[in-house]
């Protein structure tokens, strides 16, 4: 059983576009947080929810609006996609009262905006 | 908030010989941890080292912490063409809010 999974693994869509992002974690976390790796590695947090309620929500234009159905699940909708959109997007959980802050990722999602 | 710096950005050796990576940080934490990143992989989580601990092994894994030089390093021994990826460090403290913060990690290669 996968723990953290996000669909789809790999999207391609030309620029003005809008896409979604879903994530779904089975380990009973009650936080979970989207990752954006740009081409030279480097993770910048974009958001996080705890029990659905939005905490973290880092510099990040509008056109990423996150959602939260359930603390299971953390979707992540791009409106009008623009060419530095391409990156990898991960999806995270944690356990917001365990002291260690240990995240558990999920596999990425390559977006490549053409 | 906090992240670490990793040090060096990339690192190339042979099979069997021993890969050390360094860490620094800013503000005092609570711990730090480190995280391995495969070719087209999430993040995996390695190894806690909490800062009232000055050392920590976990199989091949050994990963020191000096508080008062606000560094960890984290030796791979006897590396494998396997341990090829990316490591990154993540100090975790009050002032990070909750999240964990990466840098840019170190590339290791090793080469069979």
């Known amino acids: 059983d996968t723990a953290v999974s996000q669909t789809p693994k790999y999207l391609v869509t030309q620029m003005g576009n809008d896409k979604s992002i879903k994530c779904e974690q089975n380990l009973g976390h009650d936080t979970m947080y989207w990752y954006k790796q740009d081409s030279k590695k480097f993770l910048k947090i974009m958001f996080s929810y705890n029990n659905k309620e939005l905490i973290i929500n880092e510099t990040v234009p509008n056109r990423f609006s996150p959602k939260s159905p359930d603390k299971a699940h953390l979707n992540l909708h791009i409106n009008s996609l623009e060419l530095g959109d391409s990156a990898v997007y991960f999806c995270?959980?944690?356990?917001?009262?365990?002291?260690?802050?240990?995240?558990?990722f999920g596999e990425g999602s390559r977006l490549t905006v053409l | 908030s906090q992240q670490g710096e990793e040090d060096p950005q990339a690192l190339s050796i042979q099979e069997g010989e021993n890969a050390t990576m360094n860490c620094s940080y800013k503000t005092s934490i609570n711990n730090l941890q480190w995280y391995r990143q495969n070719s087209g992989r999430g993040l995996v989580h390695l190894i806690l080292i909490r800062s009232n601990e000055r050392e920590k092994h976990s199989g091949r894994l050994r990963v020191t912490l000096d508080t008062s030089k606000k560094s960890s390093s984290l030796l791979i021994t006897a590396s494998r063409a396997a341990d090829t990826a990316s490591y990154f460090c993540?100090?975790?403290?009050?002032?990070?809010?909750?999240?964990?913060?990466f840098g840019q990690g170190t590339t290791l290669q090793v080469k069979p």
């Open positions: 995270a959980s944690s356990q917001q009262g365990r002291p260690s802050g240990e995240l558990f």
């Open positions: 993540a100090p975790f403290g009050s002032s990070n809010t909750g999240k964990l913060i």
